[in-house]
């Protein structure tokens, strides 16, 4: 019994000290090659609704990235979106032309995976109607891909917003509206 519990004694010791070693060979060149810091970006959005009645979409927003990493950051995105209605495919009960305008609270998670300038992102929140008060608020969700340099960052992504009214191919009233849009902005260290 005795050889036993040393032997597995042993065996712990061993493993703790090829874990330590591990993670600090692993945590020394982070901290001396990356500086990790915050950044703050201020763009514009353009997107096309894929969902009548809307058509267009225009925004602005502005975000905050905390960098972990030279390749991965944290972000926390609010702003203002409008979808615009198009005339002929108003809402039935509603009157035509009446666009649906939220604020925007999204979480997510930015991986550069080419050069350090090219990157896949993955932001989750909620969309808060702010002009069409039937809307109320809405789960959103938004994959992006996109290209930054030191302080022009320009992207491609999809928003869908779960519940929001739209109109299904039937005619019928829906839920689930999404768009399609391209996002410019300036950034820079803070």
Do not use: C
């Amino acid at each position: 019994m005795k050889t036993t519990t040393k032997f597995k004694t042993v065996l712990l010791v061993a493993i703790a000290a090829l874990f330590s070693n591990t993670t600090s060979a692993q945590e020394t060149p982070t901290a001396t090659n990356y500086d990790q810091g915050f950044r703050l970006g201020v763009g514009v959005n353009a997107g096309y609704a894929t969902n009548d009645p809307y058509k267009l979409a225009l925004g602005g927003d502005v975000r905050l990235q905390y960098d972990l990493s030279k390749r991965y950051s944290l972000t926390a995105t609010t702003g203002y979106t409008n979808l615009f209605v198009s005339q002929s495919d108003a809402i039935p009960g509603q009157v035509a032309g009446k666009d649906l305008g939220f604020i925007p609270a999204k979480a997510g998670f930015k991986a550069f995976i080419w050069d350090d300038q090219f990157y896949v992102m993955g932001e989750a929140g909620a969309a808060f109607g702010v002009s069409n008060k039937s809307n109320g608020t809405s789960l959103l969700l938004s994959p992006t891909i996109g290209y930054a340099t030191k302080f022009v960052d320009i992207s491609v992504h999809y928003e869908h917003y779960s519940d929001f009214a739209k109109i299904n191919n039937n005619g019928a009233t829906g839920k689930g509206v999404g768009q399609v849009g391209v996002r410019l902005a300036y950034g820079f260290k803070l």
